[in-house]
């Protein structure tokens, strides 16, 4: 049986990467300086180790950020303060809420706090609408990440059934009408399993791409795929090792070990769709960035 390509990330989250060095360079040079502004408000150590380096990553290619973190537990004016603050700040050019927030906070109000001209993931109503209606302003960070992997090795999608395990707003709505759009990239027939799905299998089975961003480490096994398909796993959960020392292991939703079996390419994890998803994060903040400086034609192609 021949081994699965690695679906790495890596390599095109370097190339973009570098689009974004130049990009800031050429954006200071007009005296506009990108600035990433973050809230967070969770206890969740992952989470929070994920935001650590979203600013190192912006720190690293001479983005500004302002940082508000808010206790999970804090009343949610706190939370929604936080984001009015950033939302009037000037000097911040790109806005970020982590989620999901705590069960007490009205995401949809966070959602329409953030102006749709300094949201860098589709995290805005206006945003997301665009999205759907196939002229996004900006296109969530994971999702534009799943699309540019599977373009870069080649993966067809056209006419091909594509299915989502999940159905948030962040990640798996926005894939699925991207991969279903009209055009390059797209042209796929998508369906979106959840926790409501029955036989979760029968819909994995007949995938000819399978992404899944659910959050449940072993939720799919090898027995659920056909055999040829192409494995996408989104999630990136830390599940505690016996080594009671250790901060544990990343994983996915997919057992990697039975999946490599039926799978004609699958993604590391980690090492797959995470390094991307960095990089089309700060791509999406210089774009936002430039386009508010009305400098968009300065800025170089991928």
Do not use: W
């Not at 796929?188 to 399993?193: E, G, I, K, N, P």
């Not at 080594?243 to 994983?251: A, E, N, Q, R, T």
Request: aromatic share 2%; proline share 6%.
């Amino acid at each position: 049986m021949t081994d699965p390509t690695m679906l790495a990330g890596g390599p095109l989250a370097d190339r973009l990467t570098a689009t974004v060095e130049r990009d800031v360079a050429t954006l200071r040079n007009h005296d506009v300086v990108p600035t990433l502004g973050t809230v967070l408000m969770t206890d969740d150590p992952t989470q929070r180790r994920f935001m650590d380096l979203k600013h190192e990553r912006c720190a690293s290619l001479g983005i500004e950020t302002v940082r508000v973190d808010v206790p999970a537990d804090a009343p949610a004016e706190r939370c929604y303060d936080a984001v009015e603050s950033l939302r009037a700040d000037d000097d911040v050019t790109a806005l970020f809420v982590q989620v999901p927030l705590p069960d007490h906070v009205d995401e949809q109000r966070v959602r329409s706090l953030v102006p749709a001209g300094k949201d860098v993931d589709c995290f805005t109503p206006e945003n997301l609408g665009r999205l759907v209606a196939g002229d996004p302003h900006v296109v969530p960070a994971t999702a534009a990440a799943v699309v540019r992997l599977l373009a870069e090795y080649d993966v067809e999608t056209a006419g091909r059934d594509v299915v989502v395990v999940g159905r948030d707003a962040v990640i798996a709505r926005p894939l699925a009408a991207l991969l279903s759009a009209n055009g390059p990239d797209g042209d796929a027939t998508v369906t979106l399993c959840h926790t409501a799905t029955t036989d979760l299998t029968a819909h994995t089975r007949r995938a000819d791409v399978l992404v899944t961003a659910a959050g449940h480490p072993g939720l799919v096994d090898g027995s659920m795929l056909g055999e040829g398909v192409v494995v996408v796993d989104v999630s990136a959960t830390r599940v505690q090792s016996d080594d009671s020392d250790s901060s544990g292991d990343l994983v996915g939703d997919v057992d990697a070990a039975s999946a490599r079996e039926p799978a004609s390419a699958i993604t590391p994890v980690p090492g797959g769709v995470g390094p991307l998803t960095m990089a089309s994060l700060v791509r999406n903040v210089v774009d936002v960035t430039g386009r508010a400086a009305g400098l968009e034609h300065v800025l170089g192609a991928e």
